[in-house]
C-alpha cells in the first residue's frame, strides 16, 4: 500500500474518527476545565481531565499522520524507483500508526481504559460445560498474559467431577475492560467428548460476564442492610494454609442476587475487600447497562446460555472457531484457546461500534446440539 492508498484510507475512516466532533467537544471541555472551583470536586474534575487527554491524543495524531502522508506523497510521486523503496519503512510505519489511531478510535468509549472484571459460568452440557469455562480461563488467561496483563484470581469453584462451576479473575492492564468488553456473551463449544466413552460428539455452553474494575472516584451506594456475608472454609487449591481457616468471604446483595465470592488470600479481611470491590464493579455495571440498554451496538441482547445464543463456537472435531456477530472465522482452534484472541476482540469491537456485522446466512453453522 503506497502512501496516497494510506491517506484515501485514513479520509475514508474520517467518519469513524468524528475528528471534528472530538474536536468540539475538546473545545467544551478546555472551557469546563478553565473554570474556577473545578478541583471543589476532584472525582468530577478528573473525569473531565482524562476525557480532554484522551481526545486530544486521538485528534493530534489524526493530524500528524494526515500531514505525514501529504508529505509522503509528494515524495513517492517525485521519487525514482530506487529511492521509493527507501521510503517503505516510512510508509510501513504510517500504515501502523493509522491501525493504532482505528484501534483508539474502537476503544474510545466510557471506562475503556480500566482494569477488567470476568465471571466465567458453565451453561447447559453438565461436567462437559464445567470442563469448557475452565478451558475459557485458561483462554482468556493465557490472553492476558501475551499482553503482559496481571490476573488475579478473585474466586475458582471447582466442578463435582472436573472443570470449575465458576471463576471470578480481574485482568488488569492497560485498556484491559475496553479489549475484553466484546467478550460478553455465550461461548459453544463442539467435540469428541473425553467423558463419553463411545466418544460421541457433544455441545456445552459457558458464559463470560465483563465489567470495568471502579475506584473510589465512581460513587455506587451498598447500605449494609442490603448485604448477606457468610465466612467459610476455602476450597480447591490454595495451599494448606487457606485450605484450613474460613478465610473465605461470599457476599449476597439481597436487592439484586448478585453473589460474589473471595478465596484468594489466606486473610478473610482481604478477601471481604476483593468481594466489595467486584460487588461494586458488578453493581456499576449492572446500572451502566441499563442506561446504555437502547444502544444496541454497546451490547448484544442477553440471552440464556444455552443453544441459538452464542456469540462464537469453537468446533474442535472439524477444526474452526466462528464468531456469528462478525462472520470472522479461524481453521486454529488450538491457538484461539491459547489465547491467540486479537483479531476476533478486534472484529468484536467493530462489531459493537455498527462497523461490521455477518450475513444472515453465516450466522448459522447448522451444527445439532447433543
Known sequence: MDA??????????GGIFDIAGKKARLEELEKELGQEGLWDDPAAAQKLTQEAARLKKVVEEYEQLSGDLES???????????????????????AKKLEDLYHQTLLGFEHAEKNAI??????????????????????YTRWAERHGFKVELVDVTPGPEAGIDSAELIVRGENA????????????????????????????????????EVDDTVEIEIKPEDLR???????GHGG???????????IVHLPTGIIVTSQATRSQHKNKELAMKVLKSRLFEREWQKRQ???????????????????????????YVKDHRTGLMRHDPDKVLDGDLD?????????????RQAEPHEVDDQIPNR
Open 72 to 94: 509522503l506523497i509528494e515524495l513517492w510521486d517525485e521519487a525514482s524507483p530506487e529511492e521509493r523503496e527507501s521510503l517503505e519503512p516510512e510508509l510501513e510505519e504510517a
Open 343 to 355: 483479531d476476533l476482540i478486534w472484529a468484536g469491537l467493530e462489531w459493537r461500534a455498527g462497523l
Open 118 to 139: 470476568l465471571t466465567i459460568k458453565p451453561g447447559a452440557g453438565g461436567t462437559e460445560a464445567m470442563d469448557w469455562a475452565e478451558m475459557l480461563l485458561r483462554m
Open 293 to 319: 440498554e437502547e444502544m444496541a451496538k454497546l451490547r448484544g441482547e442477553q440471552k440464556a446460555i444455552e443453544w441459538g445464543s452464542q456469540i462464537r463456537s469453537y468446533v474442535l472435531d472439524k477444526q
Open 4 to 13: 496516497r492508498e494510506l491517506k484515501q484510507k485514513l479520509d475514508a475512516l
Open 229 to 235: 456475608i457468610d465466612v467459610f472454609r476455602a476450597q
Open 177 to 212: 475492560y475496553g479489549l475484553l468488553s466484546a467478550e460478553r456473551g455465550v461461548h459453544r463449544l463442539v467435540r469428541p467428548s473425553p467423558f463419553d466413552s463411545t466418544g460421541r460428539r457433544h455441545t456445552s455452553f459457558a458464559s463470560v460476564e465483563v465489567s470495568p
Open 240 to 250: 494448606q494454609g487457606v485450605n484450613t481457616t474460613d478465610s473465605a468471604v461470599r
